[in-house]
Nanobody, 126 residues
Framework: QVQLVESGGGLVQAGGSLRLSCAAS????????MGWFRQAPEKEREFVAA????????AYGDSVKGRFTISRDNAKNTAYLQMNSLIPEDTAIYYC???????????????????WGQGTQVTVSS
């Protein structure tokens, strides 16, 4: 079992930056893909970013490409999402997720992830 706890959310003005963290505990998460998803009110959950266990391969949702960067520090069992040039449309609850299988590639579907954090609110004001 893996427990995930997100932090770093908050209120920021458009054009600003935030860095989200996802701390993992329980089974080692080193070999698993880590991902970030978000869900805005009355919208479907949306893929944001994911990174392989080695950190050498990442993928991003179209709406965040060029603005967000995902990374991980396996020594600290922590994944990060650096969010720059934030816009009001980025307002959502952001969830960290981890796969329970070992993948050699990035996976982007929410069904591929077995472990989820409780979410952290990000609000971008205009």
């Amino acid at each position: 079992q893996v427990q995930l706890v997100e932090s770093g959310g908050g209120l920021v003005q458009a054009g600003g930056s935030l860095r989200l963290s996802c701390a993992a505990s329980g089974r080692t998460f080193v070999r698993y893909v880590m991902g970030w998803f978000r869900q805005a009110p009355e919208k479907e959950r949306e893929f944001v970013a994911a990174v392989t266990w080695s950190g050498t391969s990442a993928a991003y949702g179209d709406s965040v490409k060029g603005r967000f960067t995902i990374s991980r520090d396996n020594a600290k069992n922590t994944a990060y999402l650096q969010m720059n040039s934030l816009i009001p449309e980025d307002t959502a609850i952001y969830y960290c997720a981890a796969t329970s299988r070992i993948y050699s590639r990035v996976v982007t579907g929410s069904d591929d992830y077995s472990y989820w954090g409780q979410g952290t609110q990000v609000t971008v004001s205009s």
